[in-house]
């Protein structure tokens, strides 16, 4: 089945430790992306990625880093230097103009 | 700056009534725009979209309606069904300015469908 997957769906970490959060996607699409959510508030753009090897900054990206080696994947790693990290994550892929098609989520908390 | 305003937070309507979802946007280049349903703790799932060369589009019991001139757009349910329970959210991209793949959402609209 043709479908986005992302691993875990739940992650625990200690602070001052950088963890990195898996996306693959077996669509076939150009584009991919990271949001995350948090309570009371809609879905924050933290990179985008339009091609393989390529990939800009969302509106969230302080504390963040990724990399787009492969079409069907878009690792995103959470740094210590993201100052609020626990967070409901969400990948997404896109054939644009069409719709995105999202992944279950990852709910990372870190203490 | 928000570009995409959902300005009801929450909204509750009886089984088999229409639901009407709304939402603003303030950037004139939006042209293709989007709803999403999500339940908690999973990842939103694509409803309906519309261009911006239409006024209507509908699919089913979903209907959204787009108004340029007021830069504003919504969703209509008809009938409601308790399993149409979940937060909404409204998205908007610019198709022809080059950043094609990149939506801008709203913050959501949590529908409860009452029995």
């Known amino acids: 089945d043709g479908g986005i997957t992302q691993s875990p769906k739940y992650l625990f970490r200690k602070e001052g430790q950088n963890v990195t959060l898996s996306c693959e996607q077996n669509?076939?699409?150009?584009?991919m992306y990271w949001y995350r959510q948090d309570p009371g508030q809609g879905l924050r753009l933290i990179y985008y990625s339009q091609i393989v090897n390529d990939f800009q900054k969302g509106d969230i990206a302080e504390g963040y880093s990724v990399s787009r080696e492969k079409k069907e994947s878009f690792p995103l790693t959470v740094t210590s230097a993201q100052k609020n990290p626990t967070a409901f994550y969400l990948c997404a892929s896109r054939e644009p103009p069409g719709e995105q098609y999202f992944g279950p989520g990852t709910r990372l908390t870190v203490t | 700056d928000q570009q995409v305003k959902q300005n009801s937070p929450s909204l509750s309507v009886q089984e088999g009534r229409i639901s009407i979802l709304n939402c603003d946007y303030t950037n004139s280049m939006f042209d293709y725009f989007l709803w999403y349903k999500k339940y908690p703790a999973e990842g939103p799932t694509f409803l309906i979209s519309i261009s911006s060369i239409k006024d209507k589009n509908e699919d089913g019991r979903f209907t959204v309606f787009l108004n340029k001139s007021a830069k504003h757009l919504s969703l209509h349910i008809v009938p409601s069904q308790p399993g149409d329970s979940a937060v909404y959210f409204c998205a908007a991209s610019a198709v022809n300015t080059g950043t094609a793949s990149k939506l801008t959402f709203g913050t959501g609209t949590r529908l409860q469908v009452t029995l």
């Open positions: 669509l076939n699409h150009d584009a």
